[in-house]
Every structure is written in structure tokens, then in C-alpha cells.
């Protein structure tokens, strides 16, 4: 793999403080190689000869995106528009739909999910996970198509699949698929509602967690129950997830009952979720109480986020853009000074940030994975709050998009 130095790129240094508050963010120009997919060296005007240049001609360089919770394998993105139909029972309108529909789908449904893929890519993500349909009716068909789909981007990206029971692990009957998939390559052992879909928490939670074992995989399961149902089953999976020995390794998605609860309510289930060291990713839903991410952050719980769809029969709205996304969090936290919105990026990108929370630079360093970004932007606060646009994704060490309409305009080309 040939070395690649990109020349004068911003880097944020510290922040500047007015009555201890930090009210600017301090940035310098830095070259940065990189070599075999990792940052070998950050320093001015680095000489290296056998190597790819970039000039990023003071564009902000920051760590890329992680897309943590999406779905490929069903989309309507690349074909024609199509409006959802409205919801007449509940989430099981949508389930009696996919029975016709993904079927219908299947014949270019790789094609798709190739080019939500590429798209994701173009956005700055380098890491996606994907939920993918495991029913009966697709059976185990979309695993295969999403790997295949994610194959041809092998050098751009990394990536999990999760099995989805979409239809009920128990409602649909899926259990032998979903031991299938996971047999297949699948990542991560999905789920659905336990109590809504399945009708019966303890079943289906065990039986999840069983699958989990069996594969020596982790969860990442979709939670929209409510209140204090969503706050029952939470305690149940952590319970389930001690005595499994799979601390650290599931994902509850959407997580809408921390929404919804407050208080000593609020704190006790997040010490519970805290000691299964269980993570949560949003969507920061903004049709609904959004969990408390925040808080949620500085209490151990870690948050990522995803776009979940990019329009498809759930919704005809994601954007795939997670510099918007970062901006609808800060906006949905009322996040308008410059320390809080420079502290957003970690949710998106794993926790990676160029500044401490006490403003030490401590990112890029010499051995850190070359998955980078350059954006036209001074600093990541404004990034964020003004949506600047990203010129430059580098994944593993490799340039793999260039914004060329943001650098024709600046006749940088
Ligand atoms: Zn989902």
C-alpha cells in the first residue's frame, strides 16, 4: 500500500477560555503521514518522498464517522420515490408489508444496498453496522446479499451484520435462521421487542441470549417499547447479560424508554445498564422524547448514532449525513457554545476526538488508524453547528472520496 502525506491540515490544539469557560477552539496547520492504514507521523512540514500527496490546503482534519445502526438490506435508496404507507395497525403494518415487498425487492436488492453503501461512505463513515432481515420469507437470502454487497467495498470499509428477526424471533418462528446466519458470518444476534412482537419477554430474551452464546457473538437488539416496559425488559437483558458472561457486548438500539423515564427511575436503570456495561445507539429522534444522551454519556452509558433508514417503507427521511445528525443533537441539547458543541463529535465516531475534555490535543497520534476526514471548516463547533461539508474521507489509510463539487468551487482541483 503506497504512504500517504497529507500537507497543511487544521488540527485543533486547545481551546481558548474566557473566565475558565472555553469560548474559542484553537487550531494550527500539520502534515500528517500515514502508512500501511495508520498515522505514523503529525508534524510541520514532514519530507517523505516515496508517498501519495494531499494537499488539504487548511482544511480541518477529524476522525470519520461510524454508522452504528442501519439497515442495507431494505431500501428504496437508488430507486424511484416512494412515500411509506400509512400505518393502519401498529408496527406489524410494516411487517405484513415486507412480506410482499422484500420478495419483490430481492432481485435488486444488493444493487441497493451497494449503493447506500457507497453513499454512507461518500458521508464520512468508515465503520457501518447493519441489521439485515432474517424472516421467513427472505429466510437467510439478505445475509448473503449484504455480504456480498459489503465485499465490494472491502478495502473502503469496515463492517457487522446483524441478524434481524424482523417478523419475532418467536412470533415468526426464525430461531433455526437466525442459528443459520450467525453460522453464515453474521456479527451480532439482533432482536425486536420482546414483549410487543414476541408476546413473551423471558422466551424470547433468553433464547436471544442463548443464540449469542452458541455463536460467541455479541447483541445489539431494537427496544421501542416504552416507559417503564422499554425500562422491564432493559433490566431483564442486563440481568441475562451478567450471568452469560456478555459484558460489554450488547447494544440495545433506539433504547426509547430512556426516553421517557426521569429521575430516580432514570438512574437506577442506568447504574443497571452501566454494570452490564450495555451501550445504547440513537437515531436522535425528534418526533418523540429523545433519550437523554448527554447524561447518559457522562454516566458510563455510551451513545452512538445511526440513521437507521435513508427512505425505505419505515421512512422517507434519513439523509445518511451525520454532520446533520450531530447538529439536530446539538440543537435537540440546546448545545450553542463552543465547548459543548465541540464535545458532540464522540458520538459519532466512537469516542474519537482531536481535544481532551480538559483541551489537551490527544488525537491524531502515531499509531492511530488512518480513517479520516477533511472538512471545509475551522473547527469542529462549526462544523456542526453551521453543517459544513466534508471534502476528503480517507479509510484505512486510503482516499476513497473527494467532495468534487465543494473543491471545484474553491478551484482547489
Ligand atoms: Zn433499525
Redesign the pocket.
Known amino acids: 500500500m503506497k504512504s500517504l502525506l497529507i500537507k497543511n491540515a487544521l488540527l485543533e490544539t486547545g481551546f481558548t477560555y474566557e473566565n475558565s469557560r472555553a469560548v474559542h477552539t484553537e487550531t494550527e496547520l500539520f502534515d500528517v503521514l500515514i502508512q500501511d492504514g495508520k498515522i505514523t507521523e503529525v508534524g510541520k512540514d514532514i519530507q517523505f518522498l516515496d508517498c501519495e500527496v494531499l494537499e488539504a490546503n487548511g482544511k480541518l482534519l477529524m476522525p470519520a464517522f461510524r454508522e452504528m445502526?442501519?439497515?442495507v438490506d431494505k431500501t428504496y435508496f437508488g430507486g424511484p420515490w416512494k412515500a411509506c404507507k400509512p400505518i393502519t395497525n401498529g408496527i406489524l403494518t410494516r411487517i405484513e408489508e415486507e412480506q410482499i415487498l422484500l420478495p419483490a425487492q430481492l432481485p435488486f436488492a444488493q444493487e441497493r444496498a451497494e449503493t447506500m453503501i457507497k453513499w454512507l461512505i461518500s458521508q464520512g463513515h468508515t465503520h457501518i453496522r447493519s441489521?439485515c432481515n432474517v424472516d421467513p420469507q427472505i429466510g437467510t437470502k439478505h445475509i448473503e446479499i449484504t455480504q456480498e454487497a459489503f465485499n465490494q467495498f472491502e478495502d473502503q470499509v469496515t463492517y457487522e451484520i446483524v441478524a434481524?428477526p424482523q417478523h419475532g424471533l418467536l412470533r415468526s418462528n426464525v430461531e433455526p435462521l437466525i442459528r443459520e446466519a450467525m453460522r453464515m458470518g453474521a456479527t451480532l444476534v439482533g432482536g425486536l421487542d420482546p414483549s410487543v412482537i414476541d408476546r413473551d419477554i423471558d422466551r424470547s430474551l433468553n433464547l436471544t441470549m442463548d443464540i449469542a452464546v452458541e455463536s460467541g457473538k455479541g447483541i445489539d437488539m431494537?427496544i421501542h417499547d416504552p416507559n417503564s416496559l422499554g425500562a422491564f425488559e432493559f433490566y431483564k437483558l442486563a440481568e441475562l447479560t451478567k450471568q452469560a458472561n456478555k459484558v460489554g457486548q450488547v447494544t440495545i438500539?433506539?433504547a426509547i424508554a430512556l426516553g421517557d423515564l426521569q429521575g430516580k427511575e432514570l438512574e437506577e436503570l442506568v447504574a443497571v445498564l452501566n454494570e452490564a456495561k450495555i451501550d445504547v445507539t440513537s437515531t436522535v429522534p425528534i418526533n418523540r422524547p429523545t433519550i437523554p444522551i448527554p447524561y447518559l454519556h457522562e454516566n458510563g452509558v455510551p451513545v452512538s448514532l445511526?440513521h437507521?433508514?435513508l427512505t425505505d417503507h419505515w421512512s422517507p427521511f434519513g439523509t445518511g449525513d451525520t454532520v446533520e445528525k450531530l447538529s439536530m443533537l446539538a440543537q435537540r441539547f440546546k448545545f450553542i457554545d463552543e465547548y459543548s458543541l465541540n464535545r458532540c463529535w464522540k458520538y459519532a465516531s466512537g469516542g474519537i476526538m482531536p481535544l481532551s475534555d480538559t483541551g489537551e490535543r490527544v488525537w491524531p497520534q502515531k499509531g492511530d488508524l488512518a480513517n479520516v476526514l477533511l472538512l471545509d471548516a475551522v473547527c469542529s463547533a462549526q462544523a456542526i453547528a453551521r453543517q459544513r461539508p466534508i471534502t476528503h474521507v480517507i479509510s484505512k489509510g486510503s482516499l476513497v472520496y473527494k467532495n468534487e463539487d465543494v473543491l471545484m468551487k474553491e478551484g482547489t482541483k
Do not use: R
Open positions: 445502526h442501519i439497515h441489521h434481524f431494537h438500539s433506539h445511526g437507521d433508514s
